[in-house]
């Protein structure tokens, strides 16, 4: 059993992910790429840049995959999330988790990316097509 | 006292800096971002507001002590 969370700078490349959830008894993979999209809250999306608090990052984080591990049947959970200038179509964030059976592995992916997206400290810049830019505050769109 | 504050994302843009030292009578977390909050503008403290204090998440009510790093954190928008 394994669990691992990382912030890396460099493009994320899932074919150099994927092997860390091998596992011979293990009879489900699931992976979720979460990519920056062109458009957010009805406005025209260029590229974004992501920040973290590091420390604070790596260690909730880390947290969130250690209680994936715990709370669902599964074997090795990794999520890796991008810092940095990203493109459109870039994997901002990826999830991989490898189980016995499918039901854990989707539900666990499924509490991994979501916690992220809750807790972990990482922040979004948008830059836009008419050249302004703003930091993403989720209590305030839309959404 | 003296304590490092550092700031993310839009407290940075707010602040026009990531970190400052900053001397203060502040007694906690909670009075410090309020006497902060005035100088730069930062926005009504709320539940997705939150603070760490020497890379470690911390409670609003927390006490300060000389040389603490305090850090504001906006809401997280990773993902």
């Known amino acids: 059993m394994s669990a691992t969370f990382q912030l890396d700078i460099e493009p994320i490349r899932p074919e150099r992910l994927l092997p860390s959830l091998n596992n011979q008894t293990c009879g489900a993979v699931v992976t979720f790429d979460g990519r920056v999209r062109d458009h957010n809250d009805g406005r025209s999306v260029l590229r974004l840049d992501y920040t973290a608090h590091q420390k604070l990052a790596v260690a909730e984080g880390q947290r969130v995959v250690d209680e994936a591990l ?60 008419d050249g302004t830019e703003a930091w993403v505050d989720p209590t305030k769109t839309s959404r | 006292m003296k304590v490092r504050v550092e700031y993310f994302a839009q407290f940075g843009q707010l602040s026009g800096c990531d970190n400052e030292l900053v001397e203060t009578d502040a007694s906690t977390v909670s009075a410090l971002y309020h006497q902060l909050r005035r100088r730069h503008g930062l926005p009504e403290p709320g539940p997705a507001i939150r603070a760490a204090v020497n890379d470690e998440f911390a409670d609003w009510e927390r006490p300060l002590c000389v040389g603490d790093v305090i850090a504001f954190l906006p809401p997280v928008s990773g993902g």
């Open chain 1, 70 to 129: 715990e709370k669902f049947a599964v074997e090795h959970v990794v999520c890796v999330h991008r810092i940095g200038h990203l493109a459109i179509g870039d994997i901002a964030v990826w999830v991989g988790v490898s189980a016995a059976h499918r039901g854990a592995a989707f539900e666990a992916s499924r509490y991994v990316i979501d916690e992220v997206k809750q807790r972990v400290p990482i922040w979004k810049n948008e830059f836009y097509s």
